[in-house]
T-cell receptor, first 119, second 115 residues
Framework: ETGVTQTPRHLVMGMTNKKSLKCEQHLGHNAMYWYKQSAKKPLELMFVYNFKEQTENNSVPSRFSPECPNSSHLFLHLHTLQPEDSALYLC??????????????????FGAGTRLSVL | AQKVTQAQTEISVVEKEDVTLDCVYETRDTTYYLFWYKQPPSGELVFLIRRNSFDEQNEISGRYSWNFQKSTSSFNFTITASQVVDSAVYFCALIDTSGTYKYIFGTGTRLKVLA
């Protein structure tokens, strides 16, 4: 139990579907992240939220839409995805990203991921 | 640019053998942090260790040990007397302090420990 819970664990969707991934953290953190993990590729940072504000969008296509209603919850809304979007989507959280000295020390805690298959 | 290289894609060992996972990093910063994470089949990345660039002392935690050498830009991870439960993908990561908090991950090393 890492304190970061992702649902669903598995998702199969067609290219015309709309679905959402959910992430919830119980660690009292204020920063949350979405990563994409594809086979044989490094983890790709997608989005970062700090105190509910998006601070990073790593050139992610608009068919991925994040939402962070509060510091404990993070969603990734999916629509009209492509087969190449099939991957493991990981959520992580860390202490808030404030002063520069703290940023680099932050340990990110990960959820178990959602395995997404786009048909 | 920052980069982390884990040249070993997959390693197989027999239980009780020692195994070392290599990590080589590139950064122009003098202050940075290095991490190791374990990803078991269940999927979540589990934090193992964080090391800052000013602390070159090797660290041991049970069967795990880490060798940090700035001269060769390496941060290698050794598992002593490996066990089947050690089977996982292991990731090395780097954060620099040049104004970004991004983790730069390596591609991971898949370790298979055979009974």
């Amino acid at each position: 139990e890492t304190g970061v819970t992702q649902t669903p664990r598995h998702l199969v969707m067609g290219m015309t579907n709309k679905k959402s991934l959910k992430c919830e953290q119980h660690l009292g953190h204020n920063a949350m992240y979405w990563y994409k993990q594809s086979a044989k590729k490094p983890l790709e940072l997608m989005f970062v939220y700090n105190f509910k504000e998006q601070t990073e969008n790593n050139s992610v296509p608009s068919r991925f839409s994040p939402e962070c209603p509060n510091s404990s919850h993070l969603f990734l809304h999916l629509h009209t995805l492509q087969p190449e979007d099939s991957a493991l989507y990981l959520c992580a959280s860390s202490q808030d990203l404030t002063s520069g000295g703290i940023k680099a020390k932050n340990i990110q805690y990960f959820g178990a991921g959602t395995r997404l298959s786009v048909l | 640019a920052q980069k982390v290289t884990q040249a070993q894609t997959e390693i197989s060992v027999v239980e009780k053998e020692d195994v070392t996972l290599d990590c080589v990093y590139e950064t122009r910063d003098t202050t940075y942090y290095l991490f190791w994470y374990k990803q078991p089949p269940s999927g979540e990345l589990v934090f193992l260790i964080r090391r800052n660039s000013f602390d070159e002392q090797n660290e041991i935690s049970g069967r795990y040990s880490w060798n940090f050498q700035k001269s060769t830009s390496s941060f290698n991870f050794t598992i002593t007397a490996s066990q089947v439960v050690d089977s996982a993908v292991y990731f090395c990561a780097l954060i620099d302090t040049s104004g970004t908090y991004k983790y730069i991950f390596g591609t991971g090393t898949r370790l298979k420990v055979l009974a």
